[in-house]
């Protein structure tokens, strides 16, 4: 199979940008892939003693200590996996682990609020493949489902700013069939078509458009995943995939972004690859807001002509070559990230007690639970978080005591500071609870909380 342009000149931009953060070993393999980052430290194996002590157990202002050996130097989570996990996508299996949080509970597991627990923990890493650059969940799939939640203002807003994008930039013209890989996040695309007159297909045959939002990371499976999407696409079709990428995931230190059942976080430059490996080229790319940074991309087959490549994947290829997207030293950042935030979150709620404030969360998000954990927050530091949804009334945050609550609280008698967990609900939130605000309380976004 011939080699996408976008692809041969993304590695020799990867490699240019790559040569001052780290030494090269070696030349890559016989498919092109990037040369193996040499580290001279020793081999970690992810499934060996967990870390979880070393950011969670262990004092703060330790931890940092705590992760490296006697020289100083960083031992452990950024070192090559001897026999380690297999790669999801292209089944490699020499890669560095790049993030541990150790043995958590099933972030979507919500147990009954009178459920005393102790909640089963499972291992939560990130492993980065050396040979595609995906990055990845390790383990086996949870059997836990999320109670379904309420889908946010901003994910449906999103959704329709992209359709109307894509209408601009001529990618419906033409176009009469749609499909779409249904996606825990929701955000649904088909009535957006079908008003633009791009009909569902409900025979389960080809596609002139397949869509993909946010819905691939949740297949274990990542190279039988992307082959089932491509096979769909109709001679002449689109295969549109939606993505938090890793860019944004590590350039902001959105360290819990990992989480049980999110099995990939895509580098544009990993997804490139993988859709050059089922004969599609990346022709088109738009980035939106939404999560801090995400990027929904345009791919035809190779050998058809569809619309010609324009510059907006040759920048997002730039912009991770220049962060560092493959350099396991670079993505490991996230580690750090973690220890700050969970410290920065406790010494928030400690601070607030200290000074007589009342506080409640607000989104019992997925994400929320290892910061959480993290930061041994119980129910004594926040008394309940709030919810909309009421499939999560009357359970428990995992690994916590704290109970999940409808919003009849902030209505009534709001709380002087409201802890957000799903900075994208801002605008929406305001909106709905203005006594938060208006009786001199303010709204707080967890994600800033770094120490």
Known sequence: MRTCSLIRGARAQEERFSRWRIG????????????????????????EESLCSRWMGVPMADAGAATRGQSGRRTGREEAVASGPACRSCSGRSGHLVLDLGKLPACDHFPGSDDPGPDPGYPLQM??????GLAQLVGEPIAAEEPRGVEPDALVAQAAEAVERLAGAGWLAGRSRATEFPSPHGGSWLGLLADRGVAPVTDGGPADLVIDSFGMMHDADQ??????????????GTLLLQYHSLNTIVSLGQWNALRH?????????????????????????????????T????ACRE???????????????????????????VVESLQDHAKAHARGLREWLLAQRVAGRSVLGYGAASRAVALLCGAGVDRGL???????????????????????????????????????????????????????EGSGGRWVDAEALRA
């Open 261 to 293: 059942g999110h099995f990939a976080y895509y580098s544009t430059s990993a997804l490139v690859g993988m859709l050059e490996a089922n004969g599609f080229c990346a022709r088109a790319a738009w980035l939106f807001d939404l999560y801090g940074g």
């Open 303 to 329: 050998h058809e002509a569809g619309v010609a490549p324009d510059g907006s994947v040759h920048a997002l290829l730039a912009e991770d070559a220049q962060l560092g997207v493959r350099d396991p030293a």
């Open 24 to 47: 090269w070993r070696g030349r890559g393999d016989a498919r092109g892939a990037p040369p193996v980052p040499h580290f001279t430290s020793a081999r970690y194996h992810p499934y």
């Open 382 to 436: 926040l008394p309940g978080i709030v919810d909309t949804s009421p499939a999560k009334h009357g359970l428990r945050m995992p690994g916590t005591d704290i109970p999940i609550i409808g919003p009849a609280d902030l209505a009534l008698q709001p709380p002087q500071a409201v802890l957000l967990f799903v900075p994208d609900l801002l605008t929406e939130v305001r909106r709905a609870y203005p006594a938060v």
């Open 127 to 132: 492993w980065l493949c050396s040979s595609c």
């Open 295 to 298: 990027v929904l991309l345009a």
């Open 223 to 236: 190279r039988a995943a992307l082959w089932r999407r491509a096979a769909q696409v109709a001679p002449g």
